[in-house]
């Protein structure tokens, strides 16, 4: 069961223009949404993070939108940089990454590729 | 800036053996956790462990798996009678606290022959 979703296996992207990553949930449980970002022979490394009762959440580079009609979120990174370059995972949490040690549901994962 | 450890990088296992993977979270976490993720597949969520006891389980971890933190700083995984399907990347994560993300080591490497 695919309950949280990222259609795009791979994303090109020019060095300087935004790049906009996609992911859809179906588990309405969910309220807590993380992006991680992952080098090949490295863990995921936490990027940003949005609530339910959010829609947009910034940090830098990264903006997190969360459309909870649609069920859908999104991460733009802009300007996009060389170092940008790897695969992002959404993933997903039904209590808000509180109330318990619950586990993340994580997409299959979009590998960003800046080009220079 | 503090890192989650997990030891060894990589362990290659005979089919029916059991390893244990090893994991040292941030020292003022109270939360872990087990994933792993099968070569091309998701990074899948196994267990996590608060206050000295499993919280919560995937259908995954099953009666071949088991936790342990044996001291205050060592998280533990341990596979009884691996199996070829066992063979992925296992990632240890560890929190601080209830409103915080997870943070993960870089994994071990588990070849199954």
């Known amino acids: 069961d695919q309950q949280v979703k990222q259609n795009s296996p791979s994303l090109s992207v020019q060095e300087g223009r935004i790049s906009i990553l996609n992911c859809d949930y179906t588990n309405s449980m969910f309220d807590y949404f993380l992006w991680y970002k992952k080098y090949p022979a490295e863990g995921p490394t936490f990027l940003i993070s949005?609530?339910?009762?959010?829609d947009k959440n910034e940090d830098g580079r990264f903006t997190v939108f969360l459309n909870k009609s649609a069920k859908h979120l999104s991460l733009h990174i802009v300007p996009s940089q060389p170092g940008d370059s790897a695969v992002y995972f959404c993933?997903?949490?039904?209590?808000?990454?509180?109330?318990?040690?619950?586990?993340?549901?994580f997409g299959k994962g979009t590998h960003l590729i800046i080009q220079p | 800036e503090p890192e989650v450890t997990q030891t060894p990088s990589h362990q290659v296992t005979q089919m029916g053996q059991e390893v244990i993977l090893r994991c040292v979270p941030i020292s003022n976490h109270l939360y872990f956790y087990w994933y792993r993720q099968i070569l091309g597949q998701k990074v899948e969520f196994l267990v996590s462990f608060y206050n000295n006891e499993i919280s919560e389980k995937s259908e995954i971890f099953d009666d071949q798996f088991s936790v342990e933190r044996p001291d205050g700083s060592n998280f533990t995984l341990k596979i009884r009678s691996t199996k070829l399907e066992d063979s992925a990347m296992y990632f240890c994560?560890?929190?601080?606290?209830?409103?915080?993300?997870?943070?993960f080591g870089d994994g071990t490497r588990l070849s199954i022959l």
């Open positions: 949005i609530s339910s009762i959010k």
């Open positions: 993933a997903a949490s039904p209590t808000g990454g509180g109330g318990g040690a619950d586990g993340l549901t």
């Open positions: 994560a560890s929190r601080e606290s209830e409103r915080q993300s997870q943070h």
